[in-house]
């Protein structure tokens, strides 16, 4: 049982009156973050293979970034998935990936199903290649009538889509597969620029190298961070960061000019063991590696810090700018307190003002309180170097080719507005 006590009434009330204040402002503050221990857990690995569900069907997880728990046909055409959680409790990402092939050509009803208490979350996107993605078509796709109340949404705990298969494979998941493999194709194409080079910082609890690139012409004097893809299925915010990043690296004249006052240094993939299991939310330690960063308990968020810390000193330069980008359930920035200065105050809402503006967006823009404790990444780049720090969310759905303008125009808004602070 609850208990309402004194302090707790005050508490809603001051509540009350903060969502009262929010309703009139687009500055609302973020949800409280709960602080929570950050000591390594056991997690449930998938069992990777092929299923065989009879009939000439057959079902594979055994890729990277798969997730697959358990799969039977009904009958000749009613095809169940169960998809389950790395381990509770997790926020719910219900990130979903796996192969689907038949001997024949034939028409099949998919029923996605959830761990007790998870729902329906991303839209099902299809591919034939692994690499080229798109949205099962809305006449295919079904809703189940149980829903579940969700962040002001009705979400169902479970769908049907009605697939055509045969011998060609058919990819099924829940955002456009990126895995390690993939960023190590992002980047590497990157090197290839002559003021881009990459370098391994660390690795994490599984051994996968925890890649950094550096990117710029001039000394370590002047330093932006950026951060991408500690929550495995946060793929619109990891397509938002890379053409963050592109634009960084283009021959823009800003861009050009902006490499040869400031060095940016990136995180593409901050969780690579995450992505490569296909989790919900965690590392392979079952921890959320966002709300590590002071505990800083995990190997991934370990070396990042290290690097940092390091860079600083022997340097004596100082971070500027830091920004972690992710996805949730629409586009929100959530930003450090605007009363509070680091070491160039007023850029990251310029940064916001000035994109929304070139691209016509009314932005949902959350600034934390110093209330919010130091438990993120972009906290630690605003206590820690004095950066002047922003968490991007991405929403599931954004439109990718909106989620690249915004991520591209945000990075060209920013150079020259940190060009003109001089
Ligand atoms: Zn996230």
């Known amino acids: 049982m609850k208990l309402i006590t004194p302090s707790s009434l005050v508490l809603g009330l001051c509540m009350l009156l903060l969502s009262a204040c929010q309703k009139e402002s687009k500055w609302q503050g973020q949800k409280p973050i709960q602080v929570v221990p950050t000591d390594t857990k056991p997690i449930q690995k998938q069992v990777k293979g092929t299923y065989d569900l009879g009939s000439g069907i057959y079902a594979s997880n055994d890729f990277d970034g798969a997730r697959l728990n358990g799969m039977i046909l ?47 979350r991303y839209y099902p996107k299809l591919s034939r290649d692994g690499l080229d993605w798109e949205n099962l078509d809305e006449k295919d796709y079904v809703e189940g009538a149980e829903k579940m109340d969700i962040a002001n949404r009705q979400l169902p705990k479970y769908i049907t889509m009605r697939l055509s298969i045969g011998p060609d494979t058919l990819w099924i998941s829940a955002q456009e597969l990126i895995t390690s493999a993939h960023v190590k194709t992002w980047t590497t194409a990157l090197c290839e620029l002559p003021y881009v080079s990459s370098m391994e910082i660390g690795k994490s609890l599984e051994g996968r190298p925890i890649d950094l690139l550096r990117i710029g012409e001039a000394s370590d004097e002047k330093m932006i961070f950026v951060l991408s ?59 959320d590696l966002n709300r ?19 860079k600083i000193d022997s340097s004596g330069g100082r971070f500027y700018f830091g920004v972690d980008f992710h996805s949730t359930w629409q586009d929100i920035y ?47 780049f605003f206590e820690k170097f004095g950066a002047e720090a922003l968490t991007y969310e991405i929403g599931d759905n954004t439109p990718r080719d909106l989620l690249r303008q915004k991520g591209e125009t945000s990075a060209l808004e920013l150079m020259e507005i940190m060009m003109a602070n001089e």
Not at 292 to 300: F, G, I, K, L, S
């Open 229 to 287: 893809r500690q929550h495995p299925p946060e793929v619109t915010g990891y397509l938002a960061m890379e053409s963050f990043v592109e634009a960084i690296a283009s021959d823009n004249p800003v861009a050009q000019a902006f490499r040869k006052e400031y060095t940016t240094y990136v995180v593409p993939l901050a969780n690579p063991d995450g992505v490569d299991n296909g989790h919900w939310r965690h590392s392979v330690a079952g921890i």
């Open 74 to 120: 009904s009958g000749d055409t009613l095809i169940t998935a169960l998809i389950t959680a790395e381990n509770t409790p997790i926020n719910p990402s219900p990130w979903y990936a796996f192969k689907l092939w038949s001997e024949e050509e034939r028409v099949v009803q998919l029923k996605l199903t959830y761990q007790d208490g998870a729902f329906h």
């Open 292 to 310: 590590d960063w002071a505990n800083v308990n995990q190997p991934e968020v370990a070396c990042i810090q290290s690097f940092m810390e390091e």
């Open 334 to 380: 959530y930003t450090i307190d605007p009363t509070l200065s680091g070491n160039m105050p007023g850029i990251v809402p310029s940064m916001i003002d000035s994109m929304a503006s070139v691209l016509g967006l009314d932005p949902n823009i959350r600034p934390n309180g110093m209330d919010v404790p130091s438990i993120n990444s972009s906290r630690y």
